[in-house]
């Protein structure tokens, strides 16, 4: 394992976690509150300076069944926090969101109450009519421009709508193109050092990982009406943390990581997410007899899993394979590791053991075993990190503790690219946090003096 420690404290994120949870209205309750544990949150969280901005979301009822099951386990769940404004909320910005109402159309869909957090609900419709913004869309960047010696980024080199190359220049580049074209842009620009998985050494591409996740179908009898068109995301959604990071003793079990381990349902599309079971047939009429005897009355119970960064598992530019410019691609070289099927079959083992004190008719586990590969036409998250990582130095690093790159000082790097390794809860509040702390130190500091805001 390639696995290292933040260059940043929780206490120094946490007001970066409160903001950005008050930019998105997001809806929970706290469970750490200045340091007081307070029932209905998460026992297991860091202190909290502020409460959530929204009261949870009501539960669906499947998570309602798991809430029962895990009590009588004597497991402490709560809602699951979700960036669903819970009842009509002003943000920070001014921007105002209205009441989640479960409509079903959330996961994948645009939100027509403008309750769910996303750039063009909670920021952009103040910035709309700046004068110092302009947004060029279908702006296609291949690369970062640098001066001769290679400290200082020139520019960009991007393509327009029209297939015309352009070349514009600036003093600051932040780069937050999604972490996996965080990666490919550093490398086709030649910035840093790429990966080598045989010496060990360079920066550009190391420690890539995933999440490896487990999911158990429940098959309740059809006078349990679960509804799964009911709910909207994350919103509904009952979740319980005690097998996730260090919240339990691994010295046993074989493994480090862990899993958060949830109910509800992130929408009902009747085609990808219907559920039967895998004993049903699979085509004529008595598969379209199993949709209707289990579509309304089925529900997962899923485990979400940390994954550790390994030595031979990374991100390089292509060889063969170009994209319509004749730009390498990028290329994923990743496969599972016995950490993550020893933490997938321990979380497992927990689901299935809730999920029989829920009592359905029957139950069905779909994990990763040992000899399962990697295989990315099976979808589990976009949950994928690492690439460019966060550090204490060049040596083990591409960007440091306020997310600037430490060959290029005028260039930032924002996103999930910046993990050292995976989590079990989603990335978006860490990376948000990190890009708010990064934000505060440039507008303080490096707008008024540029250059390195850490010495090597």
Not at 250 to 264: D, T, V
Not at 383 to 411: C, E, K, M
Request: hydrophobic share 35%; glycine share 10%.
């Amino acid at each position: 394992m390639t696995i290292q420690d933040y260059p940043v404290s929780f206490e120094e994120l946490e007001p970066h976690f409160d903001h950005f949870e008050k930019v998105c209205g997001t809806s929970g309750i706290a469970g750490n509150l200045r340091g007081e544990i307070r029932p209905g949150g998460n026992p297991f969280e860091g202190a909290r300076s502020d409460e959530y901005p929204t009261p949870p979301l009501p539960p669906i009822y499947a998570a309602e069944l798991f809430e029962k099951a895990t009590a009588e386990l004597g497991y402490k769940s709560f809602p699951q926090p979700s960036a669903n404004s819970s009842i009509a909320f002003t943000n920070p910005y001014g921007v105002r969101l209205g009441p989640c109402n479960l409509c079903g159309f959330c996961e994948r869909f645009g939100c027509f109450l403008y309750s769910k957090a996303s750039p063009q609900t909670t920021i952009l419709p103040i910035l709309a009519n700046r004068p110092n913004l302009e947004v060029r869309t279908s702006a296609y960047v291949t690369r970062i421009l640098r001066d001769n010696n290679g400290k200082n980024a020139t520019g960009v080199l991007y393509i327009d709508e029209d297939g015309r190359e352009v070349e514009q220049p600036t003093d600051l580049v932040v780069l937050s193109a999604f972490q996996l074209h965080n990666v490919r842009l550093l490398l086709l620009s030649g910035i840093g050092v790429p990966y080598d998985p045989v010496s060990g050494e360079g920066i550009v591409g190391k420690n890539y990982a995933y999440q490896m996740n487990s999911v158990t179908a429940a098959y309740f009898g059809e006078d349990v009406e679960i509804n799964p068109f009911i709910g909207a995301g994350a919103a509904g959604l009952r979740i319980i943390d005690e097998f996730n990071s260090d919240h339990f003793d691994h010295q046993i079990h074989g493994f480090i990581g862990g899993s958060s381990i949830f109910a509800g349902a992130t929408g009902g599309r009747p085609i990808e997410q219907m559920m039967i079971p895998p004993n049903a047939p699979k085509w004529g009429k008595e598969w379209m007899t199993a949709i209707r005897r289990h579509y309304r009355h089925s529900a997962p119970i899923g485990a979400q899993g940390s994954v550790m960064s390994y030595r031979d598992r990374y991100l390089s530019l292509d060889p063969t394979y170009t994209d319509g410019h004749g730009l390498p691609l990028l290329r994923l070289t990743f496969d599972w590791h016995n950490n993550e099927y020893k933490m997938a079959a321990f979380s497992a083992a927990r689901v299935q053991e809730i999920v029989r004190v829920m009592k359905p008719e029957q139950q069905a586990t779909l994990l990763m075993r040992p000899g399962d590969h990697y295989d990315v036409r099976i979808y589990q998250s976009t949950h994928t990190t690492g690439g460019a990582i966060i550090g204490t130095n060049p040596s083990n690093s591409f960007i440091n503790r306020y997310s600037q790159s430490w060959d290029v000082s005028n260039l930032f790097v924002m996103g999930a690219s910046a993990f050292p390794q995976n989590i079990g809860y989603n990335p978006t509040g860490l990376l948000a946090a990190l890009a708010y702390f990064s934000a505060v130190k440039i507008r303080a500091s490096y707008l008024k003096s540029p250059g390195p805001l850490v010495p090597t």
